[in-house]
Every structure is written in C-alpha cells, then in structure tokens.
C-alpha cells in the first residue's frame, strides 16, 4: 500500500522510451508480481524468492554446524539475527532439533539452550518455535532409519520444551502420538499431517497456514478422506469452541479447493461405520458426530440425503445420531445463529447507510463469522441497484478493521462457488462479481494476486468462474484505479458516459420545473459524487445560456446541494474551473456570456462559496477575447494553479492538464504563465506553485527544457516587467535556485542570466548564489531528510524516524522516498528490508502521490544510479514489487 497498483501504467511513456534500464525495471516489477505470491514479495529482502529460501537452507545448515562444534551461544544468536529472515526461523529449528537427535543428550541440551536464548531477545517467535518443532516430526521415519532412538529423543525434547512452558502441552501430546506411531507409514503420515495441521489452526487461527502446511507437509491426495477422519477424531478430544475451530478449518480446506465434499462425506461415513467399536472408547461420540454432521449440513458442504444413510451406517446408535441432527438443525446451530445475525446486520446496513453502526454489530458478533460476512454482503448486493453495490464495496473496506486477509479470500471463493446458482436469479451475476473482486483488489481489501490463487479445480468446475476471472484481468489492465474506485459510478467510460446523459436530463428538468428538492434528491440518486463537477458544469451553461432568472436558479440549487453536502466545495470550484474553459465556445451564441459568469461568480464569492482567488481566476478568463491560443494557455495555467492551491494533488493536476487539452507545443507558455500567477501570491504558495511545476516534470507531463525555456522568455521581459513587479528580480532567482536545486534546469542556465535580463541580470545572477548558499528551504529540507535517514539505518529506531520526519516542513514526501531507496541500494539486503519497513511506515506521512514521484524520481536516475550499483535496476524492481505488496505502489504501478 505504498505505491499503488496501477503504478506500472502509471510511468511516463517519454521516461521509459528515455532509458533502457527503465524498462527493465519495469519488466522485472511485472515478472516479480506475476510469478511470486504476496508471501514471497513480502519478505523480498530474506526468505521471500525460492532461489533465496535455497541460499538461506544452506546458511542455516552451516551456521547449525558450527554451533555444534563451537557451543558458542552468543555467536550462533548472532548468525541467526544475520539471517534476516524472521519468517523463516522455523528451519533453524528443525535443523538445530535435527542435530541434537542425531548427536545425543548433550546436544540436545545445548539445543535448548539456543533455543531460549534465541527466544529471550525476541529473535524468534513461539508460533515459528511450533512450527518448526512440527517439521522436525514430519521427517522423524527417516531419521530413525540412522537413530533408531530418535522419537524417544524427540519426546525428550518435547518434554523439556513444554517442562520450560516454550511449546504447549498439547504440542507435546502430538509428538508424543508420533514417536509411537512405527508401523503403517501411509497411515501414520496422514495421523501426523491431521495432528499438526489441527495444532498448528489452534494456535494461527489461519487456514491459509494450514493450506501451506497441507502442501509442505505432503499428504497424499488419496488420502484425503482419512486425512479428514483424523481430524474429526482428534477434535473429539478438545473443548467444545476448539471442536467447532477444526470443523470451520474443514470447511476452509473445501473452500480453498484442498478437500472436496466428496471426500467430508466419505470421512462421515467411515466413522460413521466404525460407530459401534469407537463408541466404547468415546461415550460421547454420538454428540460429537451429530454436530459435525449438523455443521456440515448448514454449510452445504455434505447433501441431506447422507441423512437418510446414517442408520444404515451406524448401527442401532444411528437413529439417536439422526435425532441428534435433527434437535442440532432447529436449535438454531451455532453457526445458523451466527448467519441469522449477519443477515440482519446486511439488509440493516442497506436501508440506514450507516457503516460504523454495522462494523460495530459485526464485531460483536461471536466465531469466525468473516467468510459468511463478506458472501452475504456480496449476494445481497448483486441483486440491488449500483448505490448498494457502492456501499457494499464500501462496508467491504471497512470490514478489513475486523477480519483478516483469509477470510475475504474465503468469502470470495464462496461466491464464486455458487455463481452458477447465483446467475439464475441474477444474470449478470459474472460480471458484476468481476467488478467487485476489482473493487476490493483496489481497496486493499484482496490481494493483486487473488485472481492466481482461486483454486484451478473450481476454475475447471464452471465456465463462469473463469468468465469472471477473465473480467478481472481485463478491468484490472484496461482501467486505472481510479475509474475501479468509482466502477458503480463514474467510474468505468461507460458509467461516465450515462452520468452524463442524466446530468444533461436533470438539469434541463430543473430549469423546467424550479423544483429545488426535487433537483437536489436527482443528483443524490446519481450516486457519484465525484462526478458532481460536472453538475456543476451543465448548471452553469445552462444558466448562462437563459439569463439572470436561471442564473438565481443555479445560485439556489447549488447552495442547496451544499447545505446537505451533496456537494463538496471541490466539486464546486472544480465544476466553475471547467465552465470558464469553454467560455469562448459559449460566447459565439451568447456574447455577452463572460459577464454573465463573472456575475455568478461575484454572487458565489459574495456567498462565500468560491474564494476571491478564484473570482479573480474567472474574470481573468471573461477579459480575454482575442490571442484564443494564449487565452487558453492562460486559463488552463490559472486553472492549474487554484486547484492545486486548494488540493496540493499533483496528480489532479495531471488530470485537469489533460482534460483542459493544453496544447503540447505550448509547454513553455504554460510553464511562464504559472509563474507569472506565481508572483501574486504568498510565499507558501509561490513554493507550492514551484513544487507542481517540478511534479509536472517528474510526471512527465513538462520537459526540463520546456522550464528552461520559459525561464528564458522571462528573463528576456524582466526590463518591461519589472516596473509592474517592483519584486520580479527575487521571485526569478528564488525560481532559478529552486529549480537548480531540483536538477530541473542545468547550471549553464545561470551564465546566460546577464545576457538574457540586460542590466537587472547581474542582480539575479547573485540572489540566486545568495540563496543556493543560504542554504534554499528545499536544500534545509533534503539535508534534514538525509540525516534522519541515516541515522535510521544505524538506530533501527522507525517510531523516531517517522515522528522525526513529520516534523520536517514542507511536501518533502518524495525526497524521503527517493533518499530512502537510493541509500539502501548502497547497503545489504538487511538495510534494504528496514527501507521497505520504512516506505510502509510512511503511508502515515504521505499521500500515494508523493511516493509515486518518489519512485519515479528514482527511476529517472536509474543510469546514474547503476555507475555505482551495477544490479540498480534489479533492486529498485524489488523495491516496487515489494512496495506494491505492502501498498504503498499500486499492483499496476
């Protein structure tokens, strides 16, 4: 969350056709996203890449060696730290536990001994200590082959483990059941994948753990049905929340495509069939059964008619089990009480609107409850109207302060399991669940990566489910994150399209009828409101098109939308900006069209509703008649600079540039433009004015060479302009020095001065060494930026460098993020993983525009950059793709 998605897409065309290393950058951003999970990207730095995880086995196989033969403690804590690799500890574990039962009694007390003092520092977790142990069992058949002893020395191990309250007692109780398991090895790999997949969820709570473990731990496929058996058994010995934890993990192994019902069903039946020797052993087997049964029912994982054969099944004990089911189906169940409660809170959350009341319900809301939170959103939405799809998408956002990643997986996955019966209700069900998984991909509410994770039985199950991914991938690659953010709105071209038809429609029914409320509850129902400038926009023309009547008509319904606030002052200031450009069009049939819009802007200022700045903006425009190139350049630079004076986004001032159509060939007229508007204003602005025109470079939009050459023109004009601007001399040097600073203008700029400004050139020529060595806001800025940089990378202290860096004044976001990766290039994989901590940390500082000028800053340096790191180009792709991860890029940066 860092950078955005759409980052890729996002880089200027002129920059990637300006260097070849850019585009291996970028290359190597696509390959990075496409071929590892989130998982690897996330620990890029250590254990994250195969390749890496391979390197790191062997660092840990010598440093486990070493230990042995050293019995240094406090070197071996230190080889571990150096690994880097916090996730991946549990290998140093099993590869430490492996050595001290080969070794005997003496290593496997000196294994303890690391093991606590690794524990003692924090250097390594309990939950990588679990698994890491649990490893150890699954290859204890083969190590017994050279130490037949090995599972009475592993038991040992245990026993010290849990005697030091390191491991849980239930741990101990899984490795004491494998050390006795000798015969029937198919049989017994399946009871020890059972025990430590149950074990492990337990603990994680995760079923996305428990899929990995399934698949590390190999257990085979046929198998699947015993593998099941097992843990039903093994939950017969656990409490009563634990039993209902280990049926809500089978039901995400099904879900997440590891188990099919098929194979539940055919578990049931095995136990069922063993019902009267197991009864014996387990009084309570029956209860035990139904509830399973019951759960599995309500979750439609298993069908009714295995009902009808469990007394077939089980003996005379089957028709108490089928009453059992029967008592448990209209209890209501636990888990029909839990969906009972969530469909209430959903339909609620749709009529009343109100989201923090439905987040607030949600949480109180007992179990595991996510998955079923999310489809139930999902289905109830579908068959709504696009303003309860946005406000689905929206509770979605929000429920991401309640639910981990796994659970909107799961919730997911479920609609896309039902999507066949979905469509019969709701025929467009594929395309709708496209733009919602889009959506949440968007929101951070799945991840870039969902679409490679659905299971490829289920994309092989239903054609729809492949539609609906194929719409996916297709949304994701044509549409930037923005028209997603709004794809039940103004989204998408074609919402846009028929907003706009029913923004033209509403307005003239206004003008019509008078009917404010009427007018006010239209443009509510348009469900956009970041659409609403265009409203704005259509209520102008019209207006200005009929006269001071319809004029006092715009004036009452815009304050009325205000009131309200349907409407935002942006919108509105944005909406006026975008009437002025085609003021000269509107001219030709009403020619006395730019007093009637300074007249309505004189009425907004005087209502407070617009600022005088921007008054002053809109008779600027309603003067000018003739030059209509440079009438425009000027409206599109006063445009430029008000919106950006009130928004600080350079990134919306890329959108206005390009909407308004300023003509490329007319850059240097822009750039001279803004800084003549520059010149009216305070010092904070005149800087922000010179921070756009720096972004506008960065983004590609103006050239270097286009500042320069504006800076030229000027300087040619200083003898006439300076007797209207009593100050010109300072705000052209304070211009130059910023922009030298910046590396926006070469230096060879300052030797022409003289020639360019006549007699006033020797006086900017030296304000601006003045200020170069005063030293320039932006020059304190960068040092300041610099510092806390490096000290962070010797302190390890990120509170204090976030707390110290928002401190520094300024829009210093994309200094930060350019100093941060630049220096961490020059440093080990250890400082470039704190730099990847950093730039996430920042998400608290800075918008996503600053860190995507950041990045791009960095990527315009990329040949510089490589003289003094040859692998710049792989490292800066790392960065991105693990900045895309952490979303501070988006997925199509």
């Known amino acids: 969350d860092v950078l955005p998605p759409v980052f890729v897409s996002l880089v200027p065309a002129r920059l990637i056709a300006a260097s070849p290393r850019v585009k291996e950058v970028l290359e190597q951003v696509k390959s990075l996203m496409e071929q590892h999970s989130s998982t690897l990207i996330m620990n890029i730095w250590g254990a994250g890449a195969k390749s890496s995880a391979e390197e790191l086995k062997g660092a840990v196989a010598m440093l486990v060696d070493e230990y042995f033969e050293s019995g240094e403690v406090k070197e071996a804590v230190q080889c571990v730290q150096d690994l880097e690799a916090p996730h991946f500890l549990h290998e140093v574990v099993k590869r430490v536990v492996y050595r001290a039962v080969e070794k005997g009694e003496a290593a496997m007390r000196m294994a303890l001994q690391l093991i606590k003092a690794l524990l003692a520092i924090g250097a390594l977790e309990h939950m990588q200590l679990t698994k890491g142990m649990q490893r150890s069992v699954v290859g204890l058949a083969d190590l017994s082959l050279d130490v037949p002893d090995a599972p009475e020395r592993l038991r040992t191990l245990a026993d010290w483990l849990a005697f030091e309250n390191l491991v849980s007692p239930a741990f101990e109780q899984a490795v004491l059941l494998k050390a006795k398991e000798r015969a029937q090895p198919t049989s017994a790999r399946v009871t020890s994948c059972a025990t430590i997949l149950v074990e492990e969820f337990l603990v994680s709570a995760s079923s996305q753990d428990a899929v990995a473990s399934l698949r590390e731990l190999g257990g085979p496929d046929d198998a699947r049905p015993e593998l099941v058996m097992k843990m039903l058994q093994l939950s017969m010995d656990k409490s009563e929340e634990e039993r209902a934890m280990i049926l809500e993990l089978l039901t995400a192994l099904v879900v997440r495509g590891e188990v099919q019902p098929a194979e539940v069903e055919a578990a049931l039946e095995t136990l069922l069939r063993q019902v009267p020797e197991l009864v014996l052993d387990v009084p309570r087997l029956c209860d035990y059964l139904a509830h399973a049964i019951a759960h599995f029912l309500e979750d439609r994982t298993v069908p009714e008619a295995l009902l009808a054969s469990v007394p077939a099944l089980a003996g005379e004990k089957g028709a108490t089990i089928v009453a059992q089911v029967g008592k448990m189906t209209s209890l209501p169940l636990p888990v029909t009480t839990m969906k009972a409660k969530v469909k209430g809170i959903i339909a609620e959350y749709f009529v009343s609107g109100d989201l923090p009341e439905a987040l607030e319900r949600l949480g109180e809301v007992e179990g595991r409850c996510g998955q079923e939170v999310v489809k139930r959103t999902l289905v109830e939405a579908m068959e709504k109207k696009n303003r309860d799809r946005e406000m689905a998408s929206v509770l979605l956002s929000g429920m991401t302060k309640l639910y981990g990643s796994e659970q909107f997986f799961e919730g997911f996955i479920r609609v896309l399991r039902g999507i066949d019966d979905i469509a019969l209700d709701t025929p467009n069900a594929a395309q709708l669940l496209a733009r ?458």
């Open 436 to 893: 919602f998984i889009a959506r949440a991909t968007i929101d951070d509410v799945l991840p870039p990566v969902f679409v490679s994770l659905v299971p490829a039985r289920l994309i092989a199950a239903s054609p729809r489910v492949k539609e609906v991914l194929e719409q996916v991938k297709s949304l994701m690659e044509q549409h930037s994150s923005t028209l997603i953010m709004n794809i039940w709105g103004a989204g998408a071209k074609s919402s846009a399209e028929e907003l706009k038809g029913a923004v033209a429609m509403l307005v003239d029914e206004y003008f019509e009828s008078g009917e404010v409320k009427e007018a006010v509850q239209c443009v509510q129902d348009l469900e956009a409101p970041h659409f609403l400038h265009e409203v704005v926009k259509r209520v102008v023309y019209r207006a200005v098109e009929k006269g001071e009547a319809a004029m006092r008509m715009a004036l009452q319904l815009i304050k009325a939308l205000l009131a309200i606030g349907a409407l935002e002052h942006m919108q509105l200031t944005k909406g006026m900006q975008r009437s002025v450009v085609g003021l000269a069009d509107l001219s030709l049939d009403v020619p006395d069209a730019p007093e009637r819009l300074r007249t309505l802007a004189d009425w907004l200022a005087f209502e407070n509703l617009v600022s005088p700045a921007f008054e002053q903006a809109v008779l600027l425009k309603a003067k000018e008649r003739a030059q209509p190139t440079s009438a425009r350049v000027t409206s599109c630079a006063t445009i430029l600079v008000e919106e950006f004076l009130v928004s600080a986004s350079s990134q919306d001032a890329v959108a206005s540039l390009r909407e308004l159509g300023g003509p490329d060939d007319a850059r240097p007229e822009l750039v001279m433009k803004m800084l003549q508007l520059s010149m009216d204003k305070s010092e904070e602005e005149r800087a922000m004015i010179l921070e756009l025109l720096t972004a506008l470079v960065v983004r590609g939009e103006v050239q270097p060479a286009e500042v320069e050459a504006a800076l030229e023109t000027l300087l040619r004009q200083v003898p006439e302009l300076v007797l209207d601007v009593p100050r010109l001399c300072d705000y052209l040097a304070h211009a130059i020095a910023h922009f030298l600073e910046d590396r926006t203008v070469p230096e060879a700029l300052l030797a022409s001065v003289p020639a360019l400004a006549g007699e006033k050139g020797a006086t900017i020529v030296a304000q601006v060494g003045k200020m170069t060595s005063l030293p320039l806001p932006v020059t304190t800025m960068k040092a300041k930026v610099k510092g806390i940089i490096a000290e962070y990378f010797v302190s390890g202290d990120l509170p204090e460098a976030l707390e110290r860096l928002g401190e520094v004044e300024g829009r210093c976001g994309q200094e930060v993020v350019k100093r941060t990766l630049v220096e961490a290039m020059e440093k080990k994989n250890r400082d470039r993983e704190m730099a990847s901590v950093l730039l996430s940390g920042m998400t608290k500082l800075y918008g996503s525009e600053q860190f995507f000028e950041g990045f791009i800053r960095v990527l315009r340096g990329i040949d510089d950059i490589a003289l003094d790191t040859p692998n710049a180009a792989q490292l800066l792709a790392r960065f991105i793709a693990r900045a895309t991860i952490d979303d501070v890029l988006p997925p199509v940066f």
